[in-house]
């Protein structure tokens, strides 16, 4: 699914433990980290394409998590050239995203990277709220800066 402007709507998701850590995956075979993120598909809304993400990349149930605040709005962030190839017949530009800032009320054993045959990320680790800022893949770099400002609003707010 893609929308006239050329984004794909897509949801991302801030996990953020009692210590006020967050959530940082890395991709599967690949350097890049990352925050749990996915497609909404056709029919479902934000809230519940970020269930389904935040299941099936991290393994994490609704009852082992709490929504404390979303983004206002969709952020967008383009992706490089080198990455479009033909996706969407070439009217693919990136991807625009709700953020949710969720509360993981678990334990750290229940945080699964293998919920279905092609795991989306080999390692996670609790971070500093703001350490993605340095770690993120450059193209995302602005949109991350973004979210964590307007969710960080839940949290000192």
Known sequence: ???????????????INKDHKI?????????NWQFPQGGIQAGETPE?????????????????????G???????????????????QGRYKGQKQIWFLLRFIGEDEQIN???HDAP??????WE?????????VDFKKDVYSQALNELWEFIAG
């Open 48 to 68: 519940e394409a970020m269930y389904r993400e935040v299941y099936e990349e991290v393994g994490l149930e609704p009852e082992n998590i709490e929504i404390i």
């Open 120 to 125: 989306e990320f080999d390692q996670w680790r």
């Open 113 to 115: 990277l293998n919920t």
């Open 70 to 88: 979303r983004s206002k709005d969709w952020l967008k962030y383009d992706v490089p050239e080198k990455f479009v190839r033909s996706y969407w």
């Open 1 to 15: 699914m893609i929308d006239d402007d050329g984004y794909r709507p897509n949801v991302a998701s801030v996990i």
């Open 128 to 136: 500093e709220f703001w350490q993605p800022l340095n770690e993120v």
């Open 23 to 31: 959530l940082w995956a890395k991709r599967t075979n690949e350097n």
